[in-house]
């Protein structure tokens, strides 16, 4: 009796993705309560087909498929199903990143006929109700949602490869594990019911390594780089909340990873792979490459892509209750599609109902480092012997109490939320044969920090989980339905720049993107009415409104460029450019229309009220940056390199790094750094239309600027020195504290506007109520010396001497007498309100328009926020 409404569910699943199965003998073995599969193929253009991303897989299989049925105790026990050594390889398609599409697989071209007939809607199959009397429907129903509901899928061994030119990059997961827990989060077999309609779930993942290496022409790897992340374990917890006990997609899904610990690994020859792998997910999120529409806006088609990743899985209780009475032949409902097809995005979105669920997704993180490593080759004795290759560590950078957040609710809102509790970067052992860390100098730890931001966990507490499902005091884990902030304003009330500090510290960045329509209302299923990015939208009249800002606030910040550490960084960007990768997408320039069309007068009154922008707010709290006298120099054979010249090779037989204590500095301190960037959403479109204008008006050629506004509060600077114990000396002020502001315009698109005399291009004014310079000739002569260790090669590595009657002249005690052989400080003293600067076109000799706004600054634009 269950088994003919369980068997069938079960077997759409295996026979879907499976290939070479007999549903006749899967049948008799689901029966018997216990299934085992063997060295199983993968039907690889099914998953090409559903996935629709740009890859294809050139192999798949699986080692042994477990699947064990209580069917005496279905409605207490979950059903296991065990994979046993799973295996993908999966490369990028071939002409994926020229022209756009997809094109070269075998399995690829298997299924393009049957791709074909199934992008269509998928198509409902009728529940047919079971004739037998002993199991009525609303009963089986439940006890095949309860089912869905406990089914434990436990993986041993997961592997998955990527290849790319000479890029290899590999996913070993020794066991993971998906099952149901209960409200303390403790595996246990449960069910939605009134009246939380909730349902819980834990993913484990155990040991997870991820690889990176460097494949010859041959396609063999010569030799093994040190993995990039090693046995790492860490635990996702989901968390739905349905509307009704009937309802098929949840109402609210949470998704959330913690990790413990999270060290990750990176040598000279994995950073340009690893920047590769970067901005292939960079272009996948932007669909710069995968079949991605053009013209999609960066918002609505980035933020549509989260979802992706979970929402497959949500599909499978709508499926049960579809699946149910249709066996022999239920996969009439799994067929089906897109009408046309549109990339990941669209497969994505495509599991949405018209009412969109609110998605929460979050990674925490207690304690991260990424260590930057410099290989060398080893001879072996033997020439048939294989190469090994010794790896150094040279740099590292530690991060505690990370947060990751995504908040979204289909097409009209969208946020993202990161931040850091704490930061700082230091130098490990030697660099390029100079061995200034190394073990035998006993260097303090706090001499080899040139990077720190925020505060400690121990300080700070556990913060950065707030509200999270690891939080004992959220919501979800105190039987409360949780309260999200759906609607802007109330946003950027609540998630202020004091709140993100108080929460981190270090650094916090909110970006924000809401579409509403003109009524204030998000649009029938958050779909707009017309595409984001057309010129529809922008030149016509549009059903939505579109906002986009990103506030990134960087809390008290000191940075020490100390030689060992400048040329660790500079080493690191040699070796990141030590690449021939092409690049996946390559911008086109816009063609200009000779004759296009101006818009109508209702378009530009649309124009008018509401114009799309991005803005982008950055702030720079209590900054201190020190720029240390060089110890030694290496930029001679760094920055020729870093150039794309040839670098000689490294020095040779360098003599022993001997630190120089008090060590000169020159600081620069700012009490506040505030940067405001605007720019047009959709500027060819909106510069088309107003540039095609006779007329137009100041509001309209305001917004066809890209808008640059910074302030600085508190700046000064001055000479310094470093002790022994690594801290500074206060600073001896050559800059007297002042703040100044800077303003300045872009024009978009200036091949537009060559025949508008009067449009300039550019457009800079500049505020500096007062300015003054102060120094005597001993400060003068060590700012001198600071300058030539940088600029001048030293030989041998050397740093050069420092008189140290110089120094107890500049950095003498306050009260004493000055010496009678330097003479007085000289001070430069200079005033200015405010200058203002302008470029227009080499052929305009027309004065500038006296009735175009300008924007101004006063001194006291110039007080703190």
């Not at 979800?476 to 981190?504: P, S, W």
Request: overall charge negative; some cysteine; glycine content about 6%.
């Amino acid at each position: 009796m269950l088994e003919s409404y369980v068997t069938p569910l079960l077997m759409s699943y295996v026979n879907r993705y499976i290939k070479n199965l007999k549903p006749s003998d899967l049948q008799l073995s689901l029966w018997g309560g216990d299934v085992v599969l063997s060295k199983l193929e993968l039907k690889l253009d099914v998953l090409e087909q559903e996935l629709k991303l740009p890859f294809t897989f050139l192999s798949g299989h699986i080692h042994e498929l477990r699947i064990h049925v209580p069917w005496t105790k279905l409605g207490s026990e979950p059903v296991v199903v065990t994979i046993n050594t799973m295996e993908c390889i999966l490369k990028l398609k071939d002409g994926a990143q020229d022209d756009h599409e997809s094109c070269g697989s075998s399995s690829t071209s298997r299924s393009a006929s049957e791709s074909a007939k199934t992008q269509s809607k998928p198509r409902r199959v009728q529940q047919a109700a079971p004739s037998d009397p002993d199991l009525p429907p609303g009963y089986v129903q439940s006890l095949i949602r309860r089912v869905v509901n406990n089914v434990n899928i436990v993986v041993n061994n997961l592997i998955l490869k990527y290849v790319e030119d000479d890029i290899v990059l590999s996913v070993n997961i020794t066991s993971a594990e998906c099952y149901t827990v209960d409200e303390f989060w403790d595996r246990a077999f449960m069910d939605v019911s009134a009246p939380d309609l909730v349902l819980r779930k834990v993913i484990s993942f155990s040991d997870c390594t991820v690889c990176l290496d460097k494949r010859n022409a041959s396609g063999k790897i010569e030799f093994y780089q040190d993995p990039l992340l090693y046995k790492c374990s860490f635990r996702t917890r989901l968390h739905f909340t349905y509307d009704n006990i009937n309802a098929k997609i949840p109402a609210v899904i949470k998704i959330q990873t913690m990790v413990e610990s999270l060290k990750l690994s990176i040598t000279d020859q994995q950073l340009p792979m690893f920047i590769r792998i970067m901005e292939l997910g960079i272009a996948l999120y932007y669909g710069e490459i995968g079949g991605s529409k053009e013209g999609e806006s960066e918002e609505a088609g980035g933020h549509a892509k989260e979802p992706a990743a979970s929402m497959p899985s949500l599909e499978s209780e709508g499926e049960a209750s579809a699946l149910v009475g249709q066996y022999p032949n239920p996969e009439l409902y799994l067929q089906g599609g897109e009408d046309n097809e549109q990339g990941w995005v669209s497969w994505a979105w495509s599991f949405h109902t018209p009412k969109d669920p609110v998605v929460s997704i979050g990674f925490y993180c207690t304690k991260a480092s990424v260590t930057f490593k410099l290989t060398e080759t080893q001879a072996e004795s033997s020439y048939y012997s294989p190469q090994k290759v010794k790896s150094r560590e040279v740099l590292c950078l530690e991060q505690e109490g990370i947060t990751i957040e995504v908040l979204m609710m289909g097409e009209p809102f969208f946020d993202c939320q990161i931040g850091f509790v704490g930061c700082r970067a230091l130098c490990l052992k030697s660099i390029m044969g100079v061995k200034d860390f190394e073990e035998n100098m006993n260097r303090r730890e706090e001499d080899a920090v040139f990077f720190s931001c925020g505060e400690s966990l121990s300080s700070k507490g556990m913060t950065y989980l707030t509200n999270s499902l690891f939080d004992y005091r959220s919501p979800e884990n105190n039987g409360v339905r949780a309260e999200f902030i759906l609607d802007a304003n109330h946003h950027k009330e609540t998630y202020t720049e004091i709140a993100g500090m108080q929460r981190f510290g270090a650094f916090y960045m909110d970006y924000l993107y809401t579409m509403e329509n003109n009524s204030g209302k998000a649009g029938a299923g958050g779909q707009p009415d017309v595409s984001p990015g057309g010129k529809e939208e922008t030149a016509g009249a549009p059903q939505v409104q579109e906002t986009s800002v990103k506030r990134l606030v960087v809390g008290p910040l000191d940075v020490r460029l100390q030689s060992s550490a400048v040329h660790r960084i500079l080493k690191m960007v040699a070796c990141a450019l030590d690449h021939e990768y092409e690049p996946y997408c390559r911008p086109q320039p816009d063609a200009v229309e000779e004759n296009r069309p101006p818009p109508t007068p209702e378009e530009v009154a649309v124009l008018e009220e509401f114009i799309p922008v991005r803005l982008t707010c950055l702030t720079l709290l209590q900054v201190s940056v020190s720029v240390c006298m060089a110890e030694f120099n290496l930029l001679d054979c760094l920055l020729p390199a870093i150039m794309g010249q040839k670098a000689p090779a490294a020095p040779v037989n360098v003599l022993p790094f001997q630190p120089v204590r008090p060590l000169p500095a020159m600081r620069i301190q700012v009490e506040r750094v505030n940067l405001e960037h605007s720019v047009p959403m959709y500027a060819p479109e909106l510069v088309s239309a107003v540039s095609s204008l006779s007329q137009p008006s100041d509001n309209l050629l305001h917004h066809c600027y890209t808008h640059c506004y910074l302030k600085v509060f508190g700046f000064q600077a001055g000479l310094s020195s470093m002790d022994s114990d690594g801290s500074f000396l206060p600073l001896t002020p050559i800059i007297p504290s002042f703040s100044t502001a800077l303003y300045g315009t872009l024009l978009r698109l200036p091949e537009y506007w060559t025949k508008r005399s009067f449009v300039p291009i550019t457009e800079c004014i500049f505020e500096l109520p007062h300015f003054t310079i102060q120094a005597t000739r001993a400060q003068t002569l060590l700012l001198q010396a600071i300058c030539q260790s940088w600029s001048h090669c030293l030989g041998k590595g050397a740093s050069p001497g420092v008189n140290e009657a110089l120094l107890n002249e500049v950095y003498k005690a306050p009260g004493s007498a000055p010496s009678e052989k330097l003479p007085k400080q000289v001070s430069v003293v200079a005033n200015c309100s405010q200058t203002r600067c302008e470029r227009r076109h080499l052929e305009q000799q027309s004065p500038p328009d006296p009735a175009r706004p300008r924007r101004s600054f006063r001194c006291r634009d110039l007080q703190p926020c």
